[in-house]
């Protein structure tokens, strides 16, 4: 099993990029997943998180700006970013719970999201 994130990359400060996170491979079903990034320094921490249902769960920094979804049909999460602010720079890792040949947790390799003019 992967988790492939695209989508990263250079925005202006009040800028908008959106995430994807693509799983593959031995899949049966795929449960919580959840954005997290890690700044420079700084330890990594929860952005968003959605269930199977849908229903999310944001940190207080981010919630009115940014928006997860998935699609389960197409094993893809999403996070679209919107009025970036340069403390928004970090490397972001999405996370899934999936059961495929076993049940466990998986990370993607992460996507730099660079805020600065």
């Known amino acids: 099993v992967q988790l492939v994130e695209s989508g990263g990359g250079l925005v202006q400060p009040g800028g908008s990029l959106r995430l994807s996170c693509a799983a593959s491979?031995?899949?049966?079903?795929?449960?919580?997943m959840g954005w997290y990034r890690q700044a420079p320094g700084k330890q990594r921490e929860l952005v968003a998180a959605?269930?199977?249902?849908?229903?999310?769960n944001y940190a207080d920094s981010v919630k009115g700006q940014f928006t997860i979804s998935r699609d389960n049909a197409k094993n893809t999460m999403y996070l679209q970013m919107n009025s970036l602010k340069p403390e928004d720079t970090a490397v972001y890792y999405c996370?899934?719970?999936?059961?495929?040949?076993?049940?466990?947790?998986?990370w993607g390799q992460g996507t730099q999201v660079t805020v600065s003019s």
């Open positions: 996370n899934a719970d999936i059961i495929g040949l076993a049940y466990r947790d998986y």
């Open positions: 959605i269930t199977r249902g849908g229903r999310e």
């Open positions: 491979g031995s899949i049966f079903s795929i449960n919580d």
